[in-house]
């Protein structure tokens, strides 16, 4: 159970309802990450001012979602995994690209060198080294897309903690559960 109130667009009022309604707009319905966001407004504009800023850069809806999943995943977050899996089909990733998004890696070398940035970003709270941005340009990809990697990494872990943190009741499908990784290494040796 959410420890936050998730607010509903119809009762809410002032900021948030204006808000809410946006996303209701927008989305088609009102997911209840942003519905907890609502008890500040301020939480809840600065949220939908960063995603729509960055919606509006160099990287496609497809990568964003990718790296969305990659962060979700290192950072364990329940929610956004259930959220982007679901976003990622509605904007073509399969299901092999979601799985993979979510181990940090891909098939296309571009995107896995942007997938295997984006994890050394969480991994290393932002201390990456001179490979890991060598590793990325020489994939073919400018200081605009790395500055916009850096920020969907940022983004997506301050989603990330707030549904940590608050317990943001699922509201998608739940994501499937990936095999242990460990496991698997252990019992092929």
Known sequence: MSRLNQLHPDTATGRAK?????????????????????????????????????????????????????????????????????????????????????????????????????????????????GDVNEIREAGFGDDAIAEVIAHVALNVFTNYFNEAVKTDLDFPKAEALPDQRLQASTAE
């Not at 309604?21 to 407004?41: F, I, Q, Y």
């Not at 092999?96 to 060198?113: F, H, N």
């Open 18 to 130: 204006e808000l809410l309604t946006a996303v209701k707009g927008k989305l088609g319905l009102v997911p209840n990450m942003t519905r907890a966001m609502a008890n500040s407004p301020a939480v809840l504009d600065g949220y939908l001012q960063f995603s729509g800023a960055l919606s509006k850069g160099v990287l496609s809806a497809k990568l964003r979602e990718q790296i969305a999943l990659t962060v979700s995943q290192a950072n364990g977050c329940n929610y956004c995994l259930g959220a982007h899996s679901a976003v990622g089909k509605m904007v073509g990733l399969t299901a092999e690209q979601i799985r993979d998004s979510r181990l940090g890696t891909a098939v296309d070398p571009k995107t896995d060198a942007v997938l295997r940035f984006a994890r050394r970003v969480v991994e290393t709270r932002g201390r990456v080294d001179d």
